[in-house]
């Protein structure tokens, strides 16, 4: 979805390049005239019963149906209706066809999109998430293509300004991998953190990007192979996911809920608020469905089918990212006599090659790209000098490894047994889940196929024959988690979620503790909560940080007499970061400033950590 927010800019470009034919209001004519048909009748090949279709005043659509195959038939072509040049993106960069229609400058993205697209057991990869997916993901992709031939040649504006036309969708096509390896950020992190190590040396690396819980860094690569590690072994996965307009930020998220014992109902009461990019169109596509089996209403990716978060008739779950580490990268030798083969114990094995095509936009013939997998997964870069290939093992390369499919299993469970239970088809990514039900019960689980690494804890990459294999996956009972604690309450906001005494090691990576501490002091604040009270703190504006870090000027001879103004406007700032707020924006410039001044003396800026936010 990054990619669409990227996209957008070219098409802006393309409606400027025609302003000289097209006025403003002839492109508004243009595009009204193509608009869905959402009131009457349309009679439709392909449905076997009438299916019914109401837009509430926000246009939410909600699809009654008396079977499971037309509700998904409809929610196929209702998407459609309302996002197709949305979803034709985001196909095309899970399949690698966005040079088809933008050119050469995304054939690097393309061919990360197919060496990434999953490759197993194609019977094993559908039951992975539930017996009915294959069957769900027909019916959905063939409402798409309903909607795809009833606009004919009156498609949406964006298609006209591009000249391009969507190409029929596939069931296969909602199992792409893309939008999972975006959220599974970890690799990319173990990339820098080896460039970070080699720069300056374990302990100061360590120092200048400490991990949660605190760790000695340990490689179990020589210097000499951290310092060959370069951002060439990320350059496909950059390109795949740069913006070409702007870069927004990746956001953070919070979820909490309350026991009966702490609402003013009696009944459990659960907010989540899960942070994306602002873009328009949103990430988010909400949708109610209704069907024998099914009632359940929320919001997913507009591209899959079934609904990722919200809530059914007795269950209703929310979700963050939780900071599961489910991806390695492991350095494998080559031969340098045999180019096609690496090492694996004492022999050598050859590289499994799969030889694809990528259609450019201008050139007359395809191009051929050769993609290269080990044992241990695709190849993103090998250097031939080094004799190296840097191997990438995710769980996304598993059966099951589509991002926020297994949620077809989740939004039919029916109280907390079955919710567990449907959790074991919930590979990726990586979430803490809130749960509730009507019958009182509430929860938190961090759900995620989960690694088990005997011999390393995942923040470097390891050498390909060494013996750092994955030894399986921790089953759901032994996955950090509680359900109806003592307090009544539950909160995550992507923080160190690990219980106290938790034996298993999931990951290093969280997000520091202000905003989940925000959200369980405030909670404590009350013993009864109502639905309009956490709709006011999901939209809590108060920065924690912000306050710290302002108070600490009261401590600082600032030895300039000009500066003082903006010292006292900090230092009598309430915290707040709303629309009218002088000391916000000042924070946001001084944090960057602070950090960047921290990081300067000791590594070159394209070293710097992440900030945190």
């Known amino acids: 979805m990054r990619r669409f927010l990227a996209l957008l800019g070219l098409l802006i470009l393309a409606v400027q390049s025609r302003a000289a034919e097209d006025s403003a209001d002839a492109l508004l004519t243009r595009a009204k005239q193509v608009l869905s048909m959402l009131d009457g009748d349309i009679a439709l090949d392909g449905l076997k019963e009438s299916v019914e279709v109401r837009r509430d005043r926000w246009g939410v659509a909600h699809i009654y149906a008396k079977n499971s195959h037309d509700l998904f038939f409809a929610q196929g072509f209702v998407a459609a209706q309302d996002r197709l040049f949305q979803i034709e993106l985001w196909r095309r960069q899970a399949a690698g066809e966005m040079a088809e229609v933008f050119g050469p400058d995304f054939v690097v993205a393309d061919c990360f999109a197919k060496l990434m697209k999953y490759r197993g057991d194609m019977d094993a990869e559908w039951l992975s998430y539930s017996p009915d997916t294959k069957e769900i993901a027909t019916a959905f992709t063939h409402g798409?293509?309903?909607?795809?031939?009833?606009?004919?040649?009156?498609?949406?504006?964006?298609?006209?300004?591009?000249?391009?036309?969507?190409?029929?969708?596939?069931?296969e096509d909602v199992l792409g991998r893309m939008s999972g390896i975006y959220m599974s950020q970890n690799f990319r992190n173990e990339i820098q953190r080896a460039q970070l190590i080699a720069a300056v040396g374990i302990e100061r690396a360590r120092q200048l990007a400490p991990v949660d819980p605190p760790r000695v860094y340990e490689s179990a690569l020589s210097m000499d192979e951290l310092k060959a590690i370069d951002k060439r072994i990320l350059a496909g996965y950059d390109a795949a996911t740069k913006a070409l307009s702007f870069k927004p930020a990746k956001s953070e998220s919070n979820n909490w809920v309350v026991s009966g014992l702490r609402s003013t109902s009696g009944k459990p009461l659960l907010a989540s608020d899960p942070h994306r990019a602002i873009a328009l169109p949103s990430l988010r596509y909400l949708v109610h469905l209704h069907a024998p089996g099914w009632n359940v209403i929320g919001a997913g990716e507009p591209g899959l089918p079934g609904v990722a978060i919200g809530h059914n008739e007795r269950i209703a779950w929310g979700f963050t990212i939780v900071g599961t580490d489910q991806a390695d990268f492991f350095v494998e030798e080559t031969n340098v006599e045999e180019p096609d083969q690496y090492k694996t114990g004492d022999r050598w094995d050859k590289f499994h090659i799969v030889r694809d095509t990528i259609a450019v936009k201008g050139e007359k013939e395809p191009r051929t790209v050769e993609l290269r997998y080990t044992r241990?997964?695709?190849?993103?870069?090998?250097?031939?000098?080094?004799?190296?290939?840097?191997?990438?093992?995710w769980v996304g390369s598993e059966p099951g490894g589509a991002a926020y499919l297994g949620s077809l299993a989740v939004a039919r469970a029916g109280n907390q047994k079955e919710f567990l239970d449907a959790l074991k088809s919930w590979k990726i990514p990586g979430l803490n889940f809130v749960y509730a039900d009507v019958d009182g019960n509430i929860g938190w689980i961090a759900a995620a196929q989960t690694p088990i690494?005997?011999?390393?804890?995942?923040?470097?990459?390891?050498?390909?024959?060494?013996?750092?294999?994955?030894?399986?996956?921790?089953?759901?009972?032994?996955?950090?988690?509680?359900?109806?604690?003592?307090?009544?309450?539950?909160?995550?906001?992507?923080?160190?979620?690990?219980?106290?005494?938790?034996?298993h090691q999931i990951g290093y990576e969280f997000a520091a503790p202000y905003r989940y501490r925000r959200i369980y002091t405030t909670l404590a604040t009350k013993e009864k909560w109502e639905l309009n009270e956490f709709k006011a703190l999901q939209h809590d504006d108060r920065s924690i940080p912000g306050l710290v870090l302002a108070r600490l000027l009261n401590e600082v001879d600032l030895k300039d007499a000009s500066l003082e103004p903006y010292a006292k406007t900090l230092i009598d700032w309430d915290g707040r970061l709303t629309v009218d707020s002088k000391a916000g924006p000042l924070y946001a410039i001084w944090l960057r400033t602070l950090q960047d001044a921290f990081y300067a003396p000791h590594v070159a800026k394209e070293l710097h950590p992440r900030r945190p936010r």
């Open 453 to 503: 690494r005997p011999k390393h804890d995942g923040l470097l990459p390891v050498p390909g024959n060494g013996g750092f294999e994955w030894t399986g996956y921790l089953p759901v009972s032994e996955l950090p988690q509680s359900f109806n604690p003592k307090s009544g309450v539950l909160a995550t906001a992507n923080h160190n979620i690990l219980p106290e005494g938790y034996k």
């Open 144 to 171: 798409i293509n309903a909607c795809i031939a009833q606009f004919g040649d009156k498609l949406p504006i964006e298609f006209q300004m591009l000249g391009f036309r969507p190409k029929p969708w596939k069931p």
């Open 376 to 393: 241990h997964g695709p190849v993103l870069f090998t250097d031939t000098k080094r004799c190296r290939a840097y191997a990438l093992k």
